[in-house]
């Protein structure tokens, strides 16, 4: 009976040992797989941190684009006015003498009040 109790515990001892070597290799599996899901989410963080700028950058130069056109329109129209007036000067001005007293009459009329 003796031979069979040391058995027992010799194949107790081995499948203890074989259950430690399990856990260690489990341990270190988790250990990989939680650095490679970092890596992933790192990789995929930056990702959409490029996806999100190039969209901001292509935003960004249809805006100054679209500004720049505006700027552009404004000066025209302002021109255009600029001449406009110019011309009516030239080729009036007895009348536009008469509408500037005009329009100085109503605004101190207006100021008086």
């Given at each position: ?16 040992e ?15 797989l ?43 129209v ?36």
């Amino acid at each position: 009976m003796a031979t069979s109790t040391s058995t027992t515990s010799s194949n107790g001892s081995h499948a203890k040992e074989a259950i430690d070597r399990e856990v260690e290799t489990l341990k270190d599996d988790i250990s990989k797989l939680t650095q490679q899901v970092a890596s992933l989410v790192s990789a995929t963080g930056n990702a959409a941190y490029r996806r999100a700028r190039k969209n901001l950058d292509g935003v960004l130069a249809d805006a100054s684009g679209k500004g720049q056109e505006a700027v552009d329109a404004v000066k025209d129209v302002t021109s255009t006015i600029g001449d406009a007036v110019e011309d009516a000067v030239y080729k009036r001005p007895v009348t536009t003498l008469a509408m500037a007293a005009g329009i100085g009459f109503l605004i101190g009329a207006i100021w008086r009040r």
